[in-house]
């Protein structure tokens, strides 16, 4: 199995975009997110991204992690965990699992911030498809 590239632009079943843009060669990557959801049900901003994926030397297709941070809309974080698949064809795909972290109001509130939920993403082309 052939190790799946995290680099470039991905978009999700929820049709947010995702770019990795900077990967490292200890896993370590970086990039930017633009969701097209909120909680507030307002605009979203362009979210750095940061993360790590496995490096694997003999078949299997590598797991990561990354975590976003919507600061410049939000006091929300989510972090994600997944894998990345290639089929038959070579098309690639994320199976990600999220954790989002609302800002509480209070310590009471706490039980209430943390949703879970999948996302799957694909590569999304530029220039065809
Ligand atoms: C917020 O609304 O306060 C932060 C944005 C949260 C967007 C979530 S993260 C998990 C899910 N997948 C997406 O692409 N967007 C939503």
């Not at 991905?10 to 900077?22: A, G, H």
């Not at 965990?81 to 098309?91: H, S, Y």
Request: glycine content about 10%.
């Amino acid at each position: 199995a052939a190790p799946c590239q995290l680099n470039g632009l991905w978009r999700n079943d929820q049709d947010s975009l995702m770019e990795i843009s900077v990967s490292r060669d200890n896993g370590d990557f970086q990039g930017q997110y633009l969701t097209r959801v909120t909680l507030s049900g307002g605009c979203a901003q362009i979210s750095p991204l940061k993360g790590t994926q496995q490096q694997l030397g003999d078949g299997g297709w590598p797991t990561f992690a990354f975590t976003v941070r919507w600061d410049r809309f939000s006091n929300a974080t989510t972090a994600f965990v997944g894998q990345c698949f290639v089929d038959a064809d070579g098309k690639e795909m994320l199976t990600t699992t999220w954790l989002l972290r609302e800002a509480a109001e209070s310590l009471e509130q706490d039980w209430k911030t943390t949703r879970v939920g999948r996302n799957i993403f694909t590569r999304k082309h530029t220039t065809r498809g």
